[in-house]
Each structure stands twice: as structure tokens, then as C-alpha cells.
């Protein structure tokens, strides 16, 4: 293969394309599961806590249409002990070719099925549980940022965590978390991610067992609209966050979450839905869903219409690829109109007026420190904005900011270089600030001060592909510029 987005770990799983439905409970099933394998990708089901012949029943059906590469998502710290052996042991004996497991890692779970020659993939919240995942054999990591929907093992926000673990192990690593789109898997990619694990663009199309209810609130909400809270606890481990749209339980309408009384709210095959439980609505449900936990990411705002699974994701795969292809004409173009002439100039860089590799690095990390610090402020104000459409730019804003995070972070990678996993002082200074016109004038300092270091940094960059990227960013921070002036009524520069 030599599209743009193929990556090893594509040979690995069996798929065209490096991306992975994610293996949501109850929403995960073969019909969806299958539609996004027949389209490229690779598709999980997601079976927590569910019964050996479900497993089996879905696993047949996934082979009838034709499907032999997919796999099987199994949460062990939310599953009775008796019930995860026995469905460790379906797997094992139904052939399962991936199993990936979330929360609390055993490695002699992990070995059982690496015996069995089943792949291992485990999806993480932090470099400590990446390394302690693959020191007990995962082939593949998971990097779940605090942005993902459903249940959220860590509090790091993507492109934080993402560059990190990809640094600490040596195998491949998959992201997760606010990934609604090509834009979204090319940054991903970008940062060293091999591909991307897709939740709620997914669960909003046709094929998933999401209840209709559910898919509808996907299409009217916003990453704002998106809440991180352990409410929703009942067949979980106390204190477990989970990613859900605000409803009327988030907002305390429904009581005490934690009291001795549980209420049925809804059923499901004669099972009761309780309220406070970590229960989604599903087709196969009845009973009042708005109370129910409505799983979202923060990527939900890019989501507009309920489409079939296999459209959404040849659309993200073409977008993806479209984007990292032109990446990879701009480089090979710029590579080409560097003379050999020049290259043969072995003169100092620094007696040329170039910055040297130790002047261009601390330049370069403290940019990411600063974009990484724009980015968090920009997450973080995007969920106290009222206004729709000012969202919306903070939001495109935050995209912006991990997008250049992307760059810097390959740019210093390419250098030798490790990335500094800080965070530029500016956080803190901007989120004191309680006003929010204020914060985005304040905002907008910052991002003038990254306008100003990259004017100064450009005419001392030798390299054609360093310069062009630096370059397409401070044309991408002088129009944010002028799009928070404008918002904010405030004359141009």
C-alpha cells in the first residue's frame, strides 16, 4: 500500500486504512462493526459485560458478511470476574483475531491471549499505564485524550498526551479522543499517532445500535455541550469519568447519584435501566433516555448528519489523505528548489545569519509551549461560551493550535530532538481571567506574541520545509488575529 494514511499498523490489523471504530458498549455491534471494516478500517465490537452468546452470535455475524479481520473490546474492571474469564475464553475459542482491553491491565490476561495468538491492544490514559501495557505485552496503545466520549481513563488533553506515549513505547500507537474528521486524523498522524480510533462520528450513522434519541442529540450539540463527570456510575468503578451530553442528571435535576434508592428509568429486554447507570440508549431500550448517559466527545460540533458508516468514513480518509498528500508535495517541492549549490555550502550556519540547531530547538519548543498553552486555554473557553457562533471560533482556534503543536512536534522530532511536554505560563495567566471578552483580547496578546517570535525566527531559518510551515503558521495566527478582533468589535491591526 502507498496511499497517504497507510502506516505498518494497518498490516497488523488487516485494514486499508489506519482507522479503528472504537469499541463502544452496546453501540459497537456487527452491523456497524462490519460497515466500517467493508470500507477500509477496522471495526471492534464492543461487548463489556455481555453475555458469551452475544459474543459469539455477533462474531458469527461478522464472518457471514465476509469480515475475518476485527475484534472484540472487553473492559475488564467493569466486568464480574466469572463473566470476563468466560469471555476471554469465547474469544480464545471463537478465534478472534484483536481483543483490546481498557482499565485495569492484567498481564495474565494480556499473555492469555497472546498465547492464543490473538493481538493485544490496551487503550491508556497516561505514559505509565502505555509503558506498563506494552512491558505486558500489548502490540498496539491506545492514547485516549480527556477529550474522548464514554468512559475516560485520563485527564490529559490530546496533544499533550499523544507525543508522549509515543516516545515511551515501541510499538504502535493509535489516538483517541475529539477525532471527528480528516483534519483531526492528519494531526493525529502528524504527531505520531499510525491512525485514530473514532467514537461519536461513528455511533452517528445509520448502523449503530445507538438509539435514534441519542443520534439526534449528537447532530444539535457542541464540544461544549459535553460534560467530564462520574455521575454516571452504576456497573462501574466508583470514581470513573465519563465524557456525556449535559442532561438533566449532569445538571443535578435528578437527585443524589450516590444515594442508597436506585430508580428504573427505562428496560431492556426485561432488563431495568437504572438511573445513574452507565447505560446509553439503545435501540433495543425503552424509558425516559434523556436521563440516560449521552456519550460524546468533543468533536461532537463536526457532526451534522446521520450517514452511513462506510460514506463518513471514506470521507475521513479521503480528507485525511488529501491534507497529508499536499503536506508531502509542499516538502518534496521544497526540497527540490534547494540547489545542490547550497547544500554544498559548508559554512556555519551561524556566520551564514542562520540560527543553529541549539537556537532553532529552544526556539521551536518554546513556540509548542506557547501554542500548547493557546490550545488548553481555547478548550477550556469554548465550554463557557454561550454564544454559538463564538464557539464555533474558539473551537477552530483550538483546532489550529493542536494543528501547529503537530508541526512543531515533528519539526523538533526531525531535528533529534525530544519535544518539551510543557505547558507555556500564559495557561494560567489567561484562565485567571474570569471575563471572557477579556480572556480572548488576552487571548490574542498570545497569539500576537507567536506572530512576533515567528517574524523574527523566519528570515534566520535555513531549511525551504521548516520555513514554509513556520511561515503558513504565522499567516494562520494573523488571520485568528483578526477573526477574535472582529468577534470582539476590534479595529484591525
Known sequence: MTHALYRPVCDLLGCSYPLVLAGMGGVARSELAAAVAEAGGFG?????????????????????????????????????????????????????????????LSSETVRRLRDAGIVVICQVGSVEEAVAARQAGAQVIIAQGCEAGGHVRGTSPLEDILPQIVAAVDCPVLAAGGISDGRDVATVLTLGAQGAVLGTALMATHESFAHSYHKERLLTASGSDTVLTDIFHINWPRGAKVRVLSNSVTKGERGDPFGSTRTAIGEEEGR??????????????????????????????????????????????????????????????????????????????????????????????????????????????????????????????????????AVLTKAILALGAKPSSRIGAFHEKAMAIDALPERLAFLNRGQGWVVKRLRALLPKVRDDSLHRALSSMLVAHERNIDRVNTSLKIPGR
Open 44 to 104: 471492534f465490537l464492543g461487548m463489556v459485560r455481555e453475555p458469551v452468546a452475544l459474543i459469539s452470535s455477533e462474531v458469527q455475524a461478522m464472518r457471514s458478511r465476509g469480515v475475518q479481520r476485527f475484534g472484540v473490546n472487553l473492559i475488564p474492571a467493569a466486568t464480574p470476574p466469572d463473566l470476563l474469564d468466560a469471555q476471554l475464553q469465547a474469544c480464545i475459542e471463537l478465534e478472534v483475531p484483536v481483543v483490546a482491553l481498557f482499565w485495569d
Open 272 to 405: 431495568p435501566i437504572y438511573l445513574f447507570s452507565t447505560d446509553s440508549p439503545l435501540r433495543s431500550m425503552s424509558g425516559d433516555f434523556e436521563a440516560m448517559a449521552l456519550y460524546s466527545g468533543t468533536g461532537v460540533g463536526r457532526i451534522d448528519a446521520i450517514v452511513n458508516a462506510g460514506d463518513r468514513l471514506r470521507t475521513i480518509a479521503a480528507d485525511a489523505s488529501a491534507i497529508l498528500a499536499a503536506e508531502s508535495v509542499n516538502n518534496e517541492e521544497s526540497a527540490e528548489s534547494a540547489s545542490s549549490v547550497c547544500y554544498a555550502n559548508t559554512a556555519d550556519d551561524s556566520y551564514m545569519g542562520y540560527a543553529s540547531r541549539e537556537e532553532l530547538l529552544e526556539a521551536l519548543n518554546e513556540l509548542l509551549e506557547a501554542e500548547r498553552a493557546g490550545s488548553r486555554v481555547c478548550l477550556r473557553t469554548a465550554a463557557e461560551v454561550a454564544d454559538a457562533s463564538l464557539e464555533m471560533l474558539v473551537e477552530d482556534i483550538q483546532r489550529d493550535e493542536a494543528h501547529w503543536c
